[in-house]
């Protein structure tokens, strides 16, 4: 079985014995999961770089953006049901 989402290249990877064919850009962020996913640097390392470079404001945004900044979190660390 193979699934396609149209892109410009192409990356197999097989899941539940069945192998998904999954069509790539070849874009910076497609380039850098992929030199983690090698061994080439690690995920801990990306993240050092990503903040690095990015402003507190940036990383607050993104943070907001995927519900994992301060206001998504109940006072006894829960995860908030309300957005």
Known sequence: ????????TT?????????????????ASDKLIDMC?????GYENVVSM???YMSEDDIADMMDANEIS?????????????S
């Open 1 to 8: 079985m193979y699934i396609t989402i149209e892109k410009q």
């Open 37 to 41: 996913e090698e061994g080439l640097v």
């Open 70 to 82: 301060d206001r998504f979190f109940t006072e006894d660390g829960d995860i908030s049901t309300f």
């Open 11 to 27: 990356k197999d990877y097989k899941m539940n014995n069945e192998y998904l064919k999954i069509n790539k850009q070849n874009t």
């Open 50 to 52: 990503c903040m690095s």
